[in-house]
């Protein structure tokens, strides 16, 4: 068989040479075999409490035990109505309370006490503008304004001022004449309404 080999490489001896190439290749092969893969494609090692999950069955194993207990409970409660005809309790005589039900009473009439208070200042309090004395003044500057100004007020408006002050001024004399019929001391008021409608400013047209 030797005889037949061909080496590759010049050699002396080819028996030698066919013994030598043939421990090449079977170290060869066997590190072939032997080798390690640099890129790791196996597949990930199964764990088994990942898949078996004892604590899972424990949980299902003492939920089943409550539920087992429970049944047993209700079985026993009908078996004991059936035998003595049951009866049900559907009265509650508790009645509600609380703890703190007084102090909360006390603030409340503390607080209603409070707002009576302040709404009394309220009403009690007078105001600080006198709308009667701006009427007044309105007026006395509506007649300054006339006086200066360069083109007069419109007849309209003159005629209900005029009427308005002719209205007011009647009433004012029946109201004079009421008082002088029933109290004597009418007299003695009466020269003072005079003079305040005097005073009142007369408006230029």
Known sequence: MHRAYQSITPANNSFLKHKWDQLIYDRHRKKVKTVKAVIDNAPPKTYVHLHLKLKKLQMQEERMAIVERDNR???DQMAHMMK?????DNRNDYKQRS??????QQDLLQISHQNHAILQRIKSRQSHYNHMQWEQQWLVNQGYMMNISKYPQPRKTASKTKTKKATSSGSSQQEVKNTKSLSPQSHTQSPATNHSES???EVAV
Request: no cysteine; charged share 25%.
């Open 199 to 201: 005073n009142l400013p």
């Open 84 to 88: 003595t005809g049951g009866r049900v």
């Open 73 to 75: 409970i209700l079985l």
């Open 99 to 104: 703890l703190n039900k007084t102090k909360r």
